[in-house]
């Protein structure tokens, strides 16, 4: 309990907002998450586990429902993202990437407009969260992501842009502001993630042998 209490505690402020220590390593694990997953570096899960606990800390002391009820799912999804990097790197010897197939892109933005009105509409029907949609749609859209980047395919930096676009304001209001200036520094990253993945993608169908030195 201590334990717990000591996570909230505010490790410094930003424009008068305290900053927890959950929400300060939370959101710095967040970032070394982006940074391996641009790496292809199977590390990306494990990481993201971690930040997914400390930030879930930091969401439920900030009142986001939403938020907190996505980093539990996203514990989940990082579990079955690490298996399946760790599959494709035993089976190929490095996390292929591809673009998705229009049926493949045609289901990713279904789930996330049927699932954010869905859970949207559940949010706001027990309380959950004071914003309930706009917290219902970074949910989804980190499910949809993370599905997305366990497939390896270039489309899911793209799902994190739509979510980054959302989750900047969104946690400002909260008072989540050091978390809201992550999201920033993510949109930086996932421009740049975009560009490298496409790059390997098109490399890969013009040299479908080279190996991929940057994976562990």
């Not at 505690?9 to 930003?14: A, C, G, K, S």
């Not at 959950?22 to 997953?37: E, M, P, R």
Request: aromatic share 14%.
């Amino acid at each position: 309990m201590e334990f717990l209490q000591w996570l909230n505690t505010p490790v410094f402020e930003i424009f008068g907002k305290p900053v927890p220590w959950s929400d300060f390593v939370g959101n710095v694990c967040a970032i070394a998450t982006v940074f391996l997953a641009l790496r292809r570096n199977v590390l990306s899960w494990p990481v993201q586990i971690l930040g997914s606990v400390l930030l879930f800390s930091a969401s439920v002391s900030a009142g986001l429902g939403g938020n907190a009820a996505r980093q539990i799912v996203i514990i989940a999804a990082a579990v079955w993202g690490w298996t399946q990097w760790k599959r494709a790197r035993e089976e190929a010897g490095e996390i292929t990437i591809r673009w998705a197939t229009w049926k493949e892109r045609l289901l990713l933005v279904a789930v996330l407009a049927v699932g954010t009105a869905g859970f949207g509409f559940v949010l706001a029907l027990g309380g959950w969260s004071w914003n309930p949609y706009p917290d219902a749609y970074i949910f989804i859209g980190s499910l949809v992501a993370m599905y997305a980047q366990g497939r390896a395919i270039v489309e899911f930096w793209f799902v994190w842009l739509a979510v980054d676009l959302v989750g900047i304001p969104l946690a400002i209001m909260g008072g989540l502001v050091f978390s809201g200036i992550v999201y920033g520094i993510f949109f930086v990253m996932v421009i740049v993630g975009i560009v490298d993945w496409a790059k390997r993608s098109r490399q890969r169908v013009s040299h479908p042998a080279a190996p991929a030195s940057d994976v562990l």
